[in-house]
T-cell receptor, first 112, second 113 residues
């Protein structure tokens, strides 16, 4: 395992639900990332947190709301999602100033 | 300017053969080029990476070739094994500031036994 865990691994939610994805890294890193992986598309960077501050928001719809309470934990709060939001959501971490990003196994999200 | 173009989309290779995956980038400010390997049900894992100050980097059966003038880089898997069957992603990043990868679309490799 990479030292980055994600829960839940699978999530099915209706368009009116509110749910949260959780990511935890055990590597002592200080930067964390959310990516969206859809079939036949490049991994899309959604949010970047460095030293617990959001430093990047790639025009992500407001129905996705990230939270980084400390350098080890990252959440993605979901509400009123659309079917096209169904994808694999990946969390990654790195040491700011280091090149390598370590990915978690992802949460497979299905919006019905 | 921000795209990384990856080819082929899928690749089938016989066991023991050479697998070659190509990527091209546009932004000359990129100076870090990793390759990631992803198995079904897993997140991408860093396989090998290169900086533009060298033209080739080898780790075991995996080699990155880098052509700075053409803005292209490729992954060669020598003596391909069925266990190498996975999806491979190239990426490019700048090493200043927070490292934001731009990923290619991925290549699904299948190595036949």
């Amino acid at each position: 395992e990479t030292g980055v865990t994600q829960t839940p691994r699978h999530l099915v939610m209706g368009m009116t639900n509110k749910k949260s994805l959780k990511c935890e890294q055990h590597l002592g890193h200080n930067a964390m990332y959310w990516y969206k992986q859809s079939a036949k598309k490049p991994l899309e960077l959604m949010f970047v947190y460095s030293l617990e501050e959001r430093v990047e928001n790639n025009s992500v719809p407001s129905r996705f709301s990230p939270e980084c309470p400390n350098s080890s934990h990252l959440f993605l709060h979901l509400h009123t999602l659309q079917p096209e939001d169904s994808a694999l959501y990946l969390c990654a971490s790195s040491q700011d100033g280091g090149f390598e990003q370590y990915f978690g196994p992802g949460t497979r999200l299905t919006v019905t | 300017q921000q795209q990384v173009k990856q080819s082929p989309q899928s690749l089938i290779v016989q066991k023991g053969g050479i697998s070659i995956i190509n990527c091209a980038y546009e932004n000359t400010a990129f100076d870090y080029f990793p390759w990631y390997q992803q198995f079904p049900g897993k997140g991408p894992a860093l396989l090998i990476a290169i900086r533009p100050d060298v033209s080739e980097k080898k780790e075991g059966r995996f080699t990155i070739s880098f052509n700075k003038s053409a803005k292209q880089f490729s992954l060669h898997i020598m003596d391909s094994q069925p266990g190498d069957s996975a999806t491979y992603f190239c990426a490019a990043s700048k090493t200043s500031g927070t490292y934001k990868y731009i990923f290619g679309t991925g290549t699904r490799l299948k190595v036949l036994a």
